[in-house]
């Protein structure tokens, strides 16, 4: 059973900033792509943003230029840096892998206050 274990949310002002933190315990965590996923009240699930072995990443529209991942394979943790946020950030953010696996973690919230 994959463990991944999301902290770092919060309550924090339009503008703010906010780092979110993954401990995983992801078999083969260097070979694999890993993600952050958030869901906002009444909304799907949806993608934020990946990372692949070659730390080479990809972004929703919406936080490109405001949010970037990274990863330290040697703690098989990946980070979310979230910059100028915006109240439609606000949601439960999770880490996986990508393709999502079936194991999700308990989330993180994040709050943006307008």
């Known amino acids: 059973q994959v463990q991944l274990v999301e902290s770092g949310g919060g309550l924090v002002q339009s503008g703010g900033s906010l780092t979110l933190s993954c401990a995983t315990s992801v078999s083969f965590f260097n070979s694999k792509t890993m993600a952050w996923y958030r869901q906002a009240p009444g909304k799907q699930r949806e993608f934020v943003a990946s990372?692949?072995?070659?730390?080479?990443?990809i972004y929703v529209n919406s936080v490109k230029g405001r949010f970037t991942i990274s990863r330290d394979n040697a703690k098989r943790t990946v980070f979310l840096q979230m910059n100028s946020l915006k109240p439609e950030d606000a949601a439960v953010y999770y880490c996986?892998?990508?393709?999502?696996?079936?194991?999700w973690g308990q989330g993180t919230q994040v709050t943006v206050s307008s």
């Open positions: 996986n892998t990508f393709p999502q696996s079936t194991s």
């Open positions: 990372i692949d072995r070659g730390g080479n990443r």
